[in-house]
């Protein structure tokens, strides 16, 4: 566990902040999408909808096509990781996320099977008091 966060926390800080559909360096096929994600992912997203695992591949393709080089990702701003350990190969984590004046909180459930990871659900919640 703590080899695990320290790798964690020394990734996130050599990407420059959310690890997750964000970074080019994560792929930005839908192949990179499909080996990242279990075939069951969903996500809440901040506004409280659920979106399936299709519908978030369809978001971020638009995103890869129209922003191929990662400029417009520049301006996000993730602190505060904190993995925990919720059950045998199965991890939650939690962080913040900024976009320009916009707060979040995060949380991404990663599963760890046949040496790769999978993301198995992943949440967005707006915080509405922050300035």
């Not at 566990?1 to 926390?9: G, K, T």
């Not at 990242?36 to 096509?65: K, N």
Request: glycine letters at 6%; a negative charge; aromatic letters at 12%.
């Amino acid at each position: 566990m703590a080899a695990l966060r320290l790798s964690w926390m020394k990734y996130s800080r050599n990407s420059n902040g959310e690890p997750i559909f964000h970074r080019l360096e994560c792929g930005t096929s839908r192949e990179d999408f499909e080996r990242l994600t279990d075939p069951s992912f969903w996500e809440t997203g901040a506004s409280g909808r659920r979106y399936s695992r299709e519908h978030v591949w369809s978001v971020l393709e638009e995103r890869y096509a129209s922003d191929p080089s990662g400029r417009l990702e520049s301006d996000w701003e993730a602190s505060g990781f904190e993995l925990l350990e919720i059950a045998p190969a199965t991890y939650l984590l939690t962080y913040t996320l900024i976009l320009e004046k916009r707060l979040t909180r995060r949380m991404t459930l990663w599963q760890r099977r046949d040496g790769d990871w999978k993301i198995l659900y992943h949440q967005g919640t707006l915080v509405t008091d922050y300035e």
